[in-house]
């Protein structure tokens, strides 16, 4: 999986900015820094997730008060659904990111890909128990 590797290059990529220097992301002007905005946002985009998170499991116990024995909780599907969809973001980033195999703007393109398919899961699970 390719998340340590990138996290170990983005912290590499910091180091080369200097801690005087502040990531600028209205207007980044360097690889490093686009991708330091896009790891940024996709921090953003997880801190989002994790709420929806609490929401949705919130909404899956409710859904299991009174459920007979013999059924299984929604709280146990949806963690499932959630284990099995973060290796499976993981890896389609992964492939979306080989635009730009051994390039600079790789890991760049694995958070924008992890950006997007984090914000939509989030809606998925807001969207839950609406219908």
């Known amino acids: 999986m390719r998340t340590g590797l990138g996290i170990i ?10 801690h005087a220097q502040e990531l600028d ?3 980044p002007q360097t690889q490093v820094g686009m991708t330091g905005c896009a790891a940024r946002d996709y921090e953003a985009a997880d801190a989002e997730l994790n709420a929806a998170w609490g929401e949705a499991m919130a909404w899956a116990r409710r859904m299991d008060e009174g459920l007979p024995a013999d059924q299984v909780p929604a709280a146990d599907i949806l963690r499932d659904a959630q ?11 992964e492939a979306e990111s080989l635009a730009a195999r051994g390039g600079t703007m790789q890991n760049m393109l694995f958070y924008m890909c992890l950006t997007r398919l984090t914000e939509v899961r989030t809606e998925d699970l807001r969207n839950l128990g609406l219908e």
Do not use: K
């Open 83 to 93: 284990r099995a969809w973060i290796p499976f973001r993981d890896q389609a980033c």
């Open 25 to 27: 992301c209205r207007d």
């Open 9 to 18: 290059a983005l912290t590499a990529a910091y180091a080369t900015l200097g």
